[in-house]
């Protein structure tokens, strides 16, 4: 079973719309961190925002924001007045105690943002 | 500061021929991760060090994957016997320990097996 799900292969927004990309992860622990990540079409993985499973506040870091339902099991990114710059894949991940600390990553979104 | 570094960027070689792959973290930082991720694909796992010490390769393929680390700065992903099913692009990445949130990732190395 895929323990990070991303739903959304493509999403289209606006200059200064927001947008809202999707994450659900699956996982038994208590105790996990979750992380979404930024790939431009240069290749680079770019950190974004963190989010521990214990935090009772969601994480915020400039315009993006991280809507943490942990009921829910879900940690969507929240982009906030996009820019053309934003565009991008945007992956999430999950990191946990049992799996040690290496990340495990969902298969990405392609956010295009356009004029 | 600079941050994670890999060589070479492209490596073309011919199925059956070895290949290493070098990654520099960030100074300072005492874990190291490689991963390998496939075209339109997140990255998965191959191994972590901490400090020199191999903590976990459970996401290495098979055998003719090896990674070390042996002054607990560089480090070297070597794939013997390369196939076609290699190619992708392999990553590194660091971070600050064991409890560091954030791992900082490296360029790559865009592998081609011909």
């Known amino acids: 079973a895929q323990k990070i799900t991303q739903t959304q292969p493509g999403m289209f927004v606006q200059e200064k719309e927001a947008v809202t990309l999707d994450c659900t992860y699956d996982?038994?622990?208590?105790?996990?961190?979750l992380f979404w990540y930024k790939q431009p079409s240069s290749g680079e993985m770019i950190f974004l925002i963190y989010?521990?499973?214990?935090?009772?506040q969601n994480a915020t870091e400039g315009r993006y924001s991280l809507n943490f339902q942990k009921a829910r099991k879900s940690a969507n990114l929240v982009i906030s007045a996009s820019q053309l710059g934003d565009s991008a894949m945007y992956f999430c991940?999950?990191?946990?105690?049992?799996?040690?600390?290496?990340?495990?990553f969902g298969k990405g979104t392609t956010l295009s943002v356009s004029s | 500061g600079a941050g994670v570094s890999q060589s070479p960027r492209y490596k073309v070689t011919k199925r059956g021929q070895d290949v290493a792959l070098r990654c520099d973290p960030i100074?300072?930082?005492?874990?190291l991760y490689w991963y390998r991720q496939a075209l339109g694909q997140g990255p998965e796992f191959l191994t972590y060090?901490?400090?020199?010490?191999?903590?976990?390769k459970s996401g290495l393929p098979n055998d003719r994957f090896s990674a070390e680390r042996p002054e607990g700065s560089i480090s070297t992903l070597t794939i013997q016997r390369t196939e076609q099913r290699d190619s992708a692009m392999y990553r590194c990445?660091?971070?600050?320990?064991?409890?560091?949130?954030?791992?900082?990732f490296g360029p790559g190395t865009r592998l081609t097996v011909t």
């Open positions: 990445a660091s971070s600050r320990g064991q409890g560091g949130h954030e791992q900082y």
């Open positions: 996982t038994s622990d208590q105790s996990y961190g």
């Open positions: 989010q521990g499973s214990y935090d009772e």
């Open positions: 991940a999950m990191r946990e105690p049992r799996g040690g600390t290496a990340l495990i």
């Open positions: 100074s300072g930082h005492v874990s």
């Open positions: 060090f901490n400090y020199e010490a191999q903590q976990d």
